[in-house]
C-alpha cells in the first residue's frame, strides 16, 4: 500500500528557504507559490526519506475563481507519495514554472493542460497544443468556455 | 527430336497466354465498362495511413538487400544438388556420401569466410 | 521543434489546423446516402442480369473491412469476427489496412475533427466498388459526445454511409443483421446503372 506522507511533518522537514513557499497545509494537499514549485519538487526528489522520483500525473482544474494545478509525486524506492498544489488566480495569463528540467514525463501533460485549460508552463521545451489541432478557439475545459452548439 | 519438347511447348504458351490474360483482362473489364473506374487526384496519391507524404517518397534501398539476394541464390543451388543426391543416396554408396561432404565442406568455408568478414551483419 | 528533412514541426501543425479547419466548415450538412440508384429503371436483357449476378456475388461474398477503427466498436467487431459469430462465414475475415485491397470501411468508433481528413482521405483512396458501414451510435450521429467541441456528429458528415447499425456497441448479431442489409443492397446494383 502507498502511503500518503503527513504533510506537517513534510514541512518541518524542508529548509528554511523553501518553508516559506509553503501557502497552506491541506487534508490531501500541499499548496505552493507558483513560482518555487520546481525548487520544491528538486528538493523533494533527491531528499533522503523522502526520494519522491515519480512524477505520476500533473492535472488541471478550473475551480472558477482560480486555476488549480495538482502535482501528484510517488517514491518508488520507498513506497509512499505526495501531492503538491498549485493555485493560479490570474485567468488571463496564467504561468508557472514548468517542471520538464526534472522529469520528461511532464512534457506531454503540461502540454495538455495547455491545450484544454490555457495554462502556460515557462521553460517547457515546445509548448503547443497537443490534443485538438491549431487554430481551435479557445480552451474547451475551461468553465467559462461555450462553442455556441 | 524436338517433337519430344512438344508438351513443354504448349505449357509455355499456356503460362504466357495466362501471364497476358490476367493483365488484360481487367482493362478489357474498365473498357467495357463493367467494372467502376473513377480515378482521381487523392486516389492516386501514395497511401500513408491518411496523411499527405513529406518528403520524397521514392527512396533508394538500401545495399544489403543485394547481398541478401547473393547469398541465397548461392546456398538455393546447393539445396538444387542436394535434392537428386537424397533421392539417390542409396545407389550412390558410400563414395556417394563421402563426395556431397566434400562439397557441402567447401561450401562451409565460403559461408565461414562471409560469416567472419561481417557480411551476414545488417548495417 | 526540427524533425528533420528540414521540416519545421510546427509548420506541420499549423498545416494541419488549416485542413481540419477547412473540413469542419465545409461538413455542416449530412452528405446524401448513395442510394438514389436503387429506385432508377433499367433496360435488363439475359447478358447483363448474368453478369450482374455474377459480379454482385463475386463482390457481397467476399467484403474485404478496411482496418480503419477508431474507438470502442472495434472490440464488437473483433468479437464478431472470432469463432463465436464468425464473420469468416461471410468470407470478411479478411482486414486489409491498405485501402487499395479493401473495399467496406466499418466505422468502429467515435470520429474526432483531428482524425477526420486522414479517415476521409483513406476512404478516397479505397477503389470502387466501395461500401460505408456507419457502426454504433458515435458513427450515426456522434452518439453521446454529439454536442462535444471535438467530434464529428456522425461520419456521414465527410462521407457517403450505405448502411446504419445503431447500437452502443451494437452487438455482434446486429453487426450480422446490418452486413446482411449491405448484402441486399449490393445485390441490386447493376452493370448498366449508376455505380
Known sequence: MTVELEYNRIVEALPQ????????VENHGLVIQPERIADIAAFLKVEPGM???YLCSVTGIDYIRYFEIDYLLYSLKLNHRLTLKVRLTDRSEPTVPSLTGLWLGAELQEREIFDLLGINFSGHPGMKRIFLWEGFPGHPLRKDYSHGH | MLSEFSLIALFILIV????TSLVLIPVALRKLGIVPSQPSAVKSEPYECGLETTGPTWVQFKIRYYFYALLLICLDITVVFLYPWAVELTTLGPAGLITIFIFLGILAVGYLYAWRKGALEWK | MEIGLGINSMDLDLYEGHIIEDLKNSAITALPEPSGWLEEE????IITTTVDKLLNWGRKTSLWTE???TAC??????ST???????????MEVLRSSPRHADLMITAGTLTWKMAPQIKRVYEQMAEPKWVIAMGACGISGGIFADSYSVV??????????????GCPPRPEALLAGIELLRKKIEKRSISKGK
Do not use: H, K, M, Q
Request: with cysteine; aromatic share 16%.
Open chain 3, 153 to 166: 456528429p456522425g461520419y456521414n458528415r465527410i462521407l457517403p454511409v450505405d448502411v446504419y447499425i445503431p
Open chain 1, 17 to 24: 528557504d523553501l518553508a516559506s513557499c509553503v501557502i497552506a
Open chain 1, 51 to 53: 526520494e519522491l522520483d
Open chain 3, 42 to 45: 433499367i433496360e435488363r436483357n
Open chain 2, 16 to 19: 504466357l497466354g495466362f501471364a
Open chain 3, 81 to 91: 469476427s472470432s469463432s463465436r459469430f464468425d464473420i469468416a462465414r461471410f468470407g
Open chain 3, 67 to 69: 482496418t480503419s477503427f
Open chain 3, 73 to 78: 466498436c472495434t472490440f464488437e467487431f473483433i
